[in-house]
């Protein structure tokens, strides 16, 4: 079991920055996929970034690749969204989630995320 706890969403201008942090507890050794979501409304959930890829490189979806740093302090079990240059169109809720590796590897399906927080609402505007 794991548990997640998001914090830090807002409101800000186009070209604002904010840091996400999400506190887990439970069973979070590094077998344990760690990433952000998000879902505008009206939209599919979407993955944004993962922390702990196989390779040990963090993945980015192509939409915030540059503008937004994932990383994970594995002292305080805590991960972190740092997000910058925002935009409008990353207005959405964002979430937390933690899953099993599939073939030695973290993956952005939703399918793939046994555990998920309750969300931190992110709000960009023009």
């Known amino acids: 079991q794991v548990q997640l706890m998001e914090s830090g969403g807002g409101s800000v201008q186009t070209g604002g920055s904010l840091r996400l942090s999400c506190a887990a507890s439970?069973?979070?050794?590094?077998?344990?996929?760690i990433a952000w979501f998000r879902q505008a409304l009206g939209k599919e959930r979407e993955g944004v970034a993962i922390?702990?890829?196989?390779?040990?490189?963090?993945w980015y979806r192509a939409s915030v690749k540059g503008r937004f740093v994932i990383s994970l302090d594995n002292t305080k079990n805590t991960l972190y969204l740092q997000m910058n240059d925002l935009k409008p169109e990353d207005s959405a809720m964002y979430y937390c989630?933690?899953?099993?590796?599939?073939?030695?590897?973290?993956?952005?399906?939703?399918?793939?995320?046994?555990?998920w927080g309750p969300g931190t609402q992110v709000t960009v505007s023009a």
């Open positions: 439970g069973n979070t050794t590094s077998d344990v996929c």
């Open positions: 989630a933690a899953g099993s590796r599939f073939a030695d590897d973290c993956w952005s399906s939703v399918h793939r995320y046994a555990y």
């Open positions: 922390a702990n890829t196989r390779d040990r490189v963090p």
